[in-house]
C-alpha cells in the first residue's frame, strides 16, 4: 500500500493515514511517499512495515548496518540537522500539549552524531553476545555500534574471537580520552580468557585488576567511575551542558548547592570547582557516593553527599540558596516537588532526560517558579532521546 508520512512521533516512528486510522512505520521521513506492508491491525491504530520508498527525503542519511534488526536508534536514517529541528519541535509541541507553559524553545547544542558513547552493555544467551533487540530480548550480534567509540568498537571486535557462550552480560566501559577502559563481566567465565582487554577487569563483582574504576575528565575536572556507578555517557555534550549550569551558577551567585540525584557528585563539583560555595549532593547509589567521595578528594575540593532518597531528605533544601535537580527518566516525585513549591529555595536548576515528565514536573513548579532559561543538548543523536536545562526563579 502506498502511503504518505505526514508526520514523527515523540518516539521517532513515522506517521501515515490508511483509511482514516493512524499507522505507525518505523524508518520514514515526513514527506516521503512510501509503499508499506501492515503488521499489527488494532481497533484505532495500525503499524506497518517500510517496503519500499518512492520519494526520498533529502534529510534522509546512510545508517547503521543493524538498524533493522536492532531498532535502537530509531532516528538513525535522518540527518543532524534535520534530527535537532525535530527534537525542538517534539520538546515545544508536549509543552503545548501538555502545560499552561508560554515558553519557546529555541536553543538546541549538538556535537557529533557518532562515536559518542562511552558507554555499552552486551548480553550473551546460548553462545551469542551483542545488543537486545528494542522489542524483544532477541540478541542481535554486532561487530560495532555506530554510537559508541573507537576503542569500545575495537574490545567488540577482540571480545567476537573469544569463546564467549557462558556471559550473560558484559558492560564496557571507557575514558573520555579512550585510554582507559574497563570490563564488568557476569557469567561463569574463566577470568584468564578477559585479561589484557581492559585496564580495569571485574568478573561477577570480583575486581580482578588492581584497581576497580577508571579515571575520565569532563574539562579540567577528573572524576573516578566504577562500573556500578552512573555516569554521563557523552561527555563531549556533558562538557556543554555542565558549562551552561555553570554560567548561570556564576549569574545567580548562590553561597550553597544542593545537587539532588548527584549521582558521582560530577555536576555539583564541576560547577563548584574554583568557586566558594557549599556543595552537598544526594543520591540513592552507594557506588555513586563513594566515588562522589573520592571525586572531592582527587579535584581538591570540600562538600558533603548524602546516600538516600531524595525525597526522604527533602527537608533539607530550604538551607540552600540553589538547588539543582537530576532525576531519572520519571522525573520528581510529588513529595520533592510539593517541597521546592513550600521552599524558600531562590533558583532552580532542573536537568532532564525526559520532556514529558520534565513539563509535567514544570506545570508544577510554574506555580512558584519562572521559568527564566530551557536549553536542549542532543546529548543522544541518532536516538528520540533529548536532554535539557531548564533555569527556574521563585516569584
Ligand atoms: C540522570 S542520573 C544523574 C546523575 C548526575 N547528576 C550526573 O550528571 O551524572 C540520576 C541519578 O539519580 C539517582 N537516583 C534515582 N532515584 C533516586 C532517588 N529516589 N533518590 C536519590 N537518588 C536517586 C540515580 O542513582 C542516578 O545517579
Known amino acids: 500500500m502506498k502511503v504518505k508520512i505526514e508526520r514523527l512521533d515523540d518516539f521517532g516512528r513515522g506517521i501515515a493515514f490508511v483509511n482514516n486510522k493512524i499507522c505507525f512505520v518505523s524508518g520514514v521521513i515526513p514527506g516521503e511517499v512510501v509503499e ?14 517500510l517496503i519500499e520508498i518512492y520519494t526520498k527525503s533529502k534529510y534522509r542519511c546512510v545508517g ?39 515558553y519557546n524553545v529555541t536553543d538546541i547544542y549538538s556535537l ?21 533487540n528494542s522489542n524483544s530480548h532477541n540478541i542481535v550480534e554486532i561487530d560495532e555500534c555506530l554510537l559508541v567509540s573507537n576503542k569500545i568498537n575495537n574490545i567488540i ?10 556471559i550473560e ?62 555516569f554521563q555517557i557523552n561527555l563531549e555534550l556533558t562538557k ?25 557528585g560530577s ?35 570540600k562538600g558533603n553527599f548524602i546516600l538516600g532518597d531524595v525525597s526522604k531528605n527533602i527537608n533539607l533544601i530550604n538551607d540552600y540558596d540553589l538547588v539543582i535537580v537530576d532525576p531519572p527518566r520519571s522525573g520528581l516525585d510529588k513529595k520533592t516537588i510539593n517541597s521546592l513549591i513550600s521552599s524558600n529555595v531562590k533558583n532552580v536548576i532542573y536537568v532532564s532526560c525526559d520532556p514529558i515528565t520534565l513539563v509535567r514536573d514544570l506545570d508544577l513548579l510554574s506555580y512558584k517558579y519562572n521559568i527564566n532559561s530551557i536549553k536542549l543538548f542532543n546529548m543522544f543523536p541518532r536516538t528520540y532521546h533529548c536532554e535539557s536545562i531548564t533555569v527556574l526563579e521563585r516569584r
Open 112 to 132: 557529533n552524531a557518532m562515536n559518542y558513547r562511552n558507554k555499552i552493555v552486551l548480553h550473551g544467551d546460548k553462545g551469542k553476545l551483542g545488543l537486545y
Open 64 to 102: 547503521c548496518k543493524y538498524s533493522e534488526l536492532c531498532g535502537g536508534c530509531s532516528l538513525d536514517h535522518i540527518n543532524l540537522e534535520y534530527e535537532n529541528n525535530y527534537k525542538l519541535d517534539k520538546v515545544n509541541n508536549i509543552i503545548k500539549k501538555f502545560s499552561k507553559i508560554k
Open 267 to 301: 555536576i555539583g563539583i564541576y560547577v563548584c570547582n574554583g568557586l566558594d560555595i557549599d556543595l552537598v549532593g544526594i543520591d540513592n547509589n552507594p557506588s555513586n557516593i563513594s566515588d562522589a567521595f573520592r571525586n572531592l578528594e582527587l579535584n581538591k575540593m
Open 240 to 264: 556543554k551542558l555542565y558549562d551552561e549550569i555553570k554560567k548561570n551558577v556564576i549569574k545567580l551567585k548562590p553561597k550553597n548547592i544542593l545537587d539532588l540525584y548527584c549521582g558521582t
Open 169 to 230: 552480560e558484559i558492560l564496557i566501559r571507557v575514558s573520555n580520552d579512550e585510554k582507559k577502559s574497563l570490563i564488568d563481566i557476569k557469567g561463569k567465565v574463566n577470568y584468564k580468557n578477559y585479561l589484557g582487554l581492559s585496564d580495569i577487569l571485574i568478573v561477577n563483582d570480583e575486581v580482578i585488576s588492581k584497581n576497580d574504576s577508571i579515571i575520565t575528565s569532563i574539562g579540567d575536572v577528573k572524576y573516578y567511575v566504577s562500573s556500578k556507578s552512573f
Open 36 to 49: 508499506i506492508e501492515i503488521t499489527n491491525e488494532k481497533r484505532n491504530y495500525c503499524e506497518a512495515k
Open 157 to 166: 571486535k577482540k571480545l567476537n574471537k573469544l569463546d564467549n557462550k557462558n
